[in-house]
């Protein structure tokens, strides 16, 4: 590539899709997309990458002109989206999962900020979120992420992104999915609780004089933990695998 073509109008119009392209991908993937990082800082990154991947960027193919320019803009953040809405359905495992067993151990009230998300979260769902982004973070995937990213550049042009029915089909599927693992997940943690429901009535109508607050909840949240840390390295596993799963989804945009 010659320097006056990498001023060339072409080549300008590409640098901008391509920074859009890594935009939306830091805004809305579950990795990259953390509450505590600052937009300026995104922005910084969207941009350094934009440079790095800027010798590997094919030429346009379309015509430079205004509508098409906007049109290709909506097509990479559209792009950017659907990674992160993949993504993130299969990391909502976990948090599901913990709304279920927060319920279940009496911490539905007890909730705080996500850092991630910013938004109230019951305190069992932030512990195994923070827990699930170390695991991923340790597995590499924010590299996969800008492999992927590299590959779509060959395979998916600057604005050439289109939604697919198998893309919604793969949202609904995941969705329900996630209900249904979340659940799993939690079951453990249920069951006990609910056995432990039972005896402690049982208790209660054998001998009236047992406080059901005073013993019976600091019983129950002392199992729940037990089984929770018992459970912990199954439940990761499971969210490694539900993350490989979207991973591999991905790949179809080719």
Known sequence: M?????????YIVGFILLFFRFGALFMAVP???????????????????TIVFYSSMPPLAMQITMPN???AILSELLFGLAIGVVLQ???NVITFAGGQISFMMGFSMASAIDPQTGVSMPIISQFLSLI???IVLAMDMHHWLLLFIDSSLQNIPLGGFL???NLFKYIITATSNMFMVGFMIAFPIIALSWLADVIFGMLMKTMPQFNLLVIGFPIKIMVSFVVL??????TMLILKSQMLEAFNFL???F
């Open 2 to 10: 010659a320097w006056p073509e990498i001023f060339s109008e072409t």
């Open 31 to 49: 990795i990259f997309s953390h509450n505590s990082i600052p937009m300026n800082i995104k922005a910084a990154l969207a941009f350094f990458f």
């Open 69 to 71: 320019i906007v049109l």
């Open 89 to 91: 359905i299969a990391f």
């Open 132 to 134: 699930a982004l170390m």
């Open 163 to 165: 939604m697919s029915e």
């Open 229 to 234: 840390i018992a459970t912990l390295s199954a």
């Open 251 to 253: 790949e179809t945009f």
